[in-house]
């Protein structure tokens, strides 16, 4: 079975940082594309960056310049590094897995497979 456990959110200043981790079990995130996506209450869920397994990488134009993700193949874990957060970054994180050979656009959730349960991050003014 493919589990994928969050972890890393928490309450935070406007302009500080936080990095979230996931944890794959199951699958080898090296081989597969990885996606971090945000859902705020009452809001749709929205892309927010992804990595395939060549190590490029995606970014909304909204987190552009100040996320980054990345991955440590030895761990098995994905990273979101976030900086220079604002408060409309205010939502729950979710990372997610594609199937084998996903080559769709990266940003829409149906090119992932399986989902993690979320980690909250709130950023205060």
């Known amino acids: 079975q493919v589990h994928l456990v969050e972890s890393g959110g928490g309450l935070v200043q406007a302009g500080g940082s936080l990095r979230l981790s996931c944890a794959v079990s199951?699958?080898?995130?090296?081989?597969?594309?990885m996606g971090w996506f945000r859902q705020a209450p009452g809001k749709q869920r929205e892309f927010v960056a992804a990595i395939r397994w060549l190590s490029t990488s995606y970014y909304a134009n909204s987190v552009k310049g100040r996320f980054t993700i990345s991955r440590d193949n030895a761990k098995n874990t994905v990273y979101l590094q976030m900086n220079n957060l604002k408060t409309e970054d205010t939502s729950v994180y979710h990372c997610?897995?594609?199937?084998?050979?996903?080559?769709?656009?990266?940003?829409?959730?149906?090119?992932?497979?399986?989902w993690g349960q979320g980690t909250q991050v709130t950023v205060s003014s």
């Open positions: 997610a897995i594609g199937p084998v050979g996903s080559s769709g656009p990266p940003s829409v959730d149906n090119a992932y497979e399986y």
């Open positions: 199951g699958r080898t995130v090296s081989n597969y594309l």
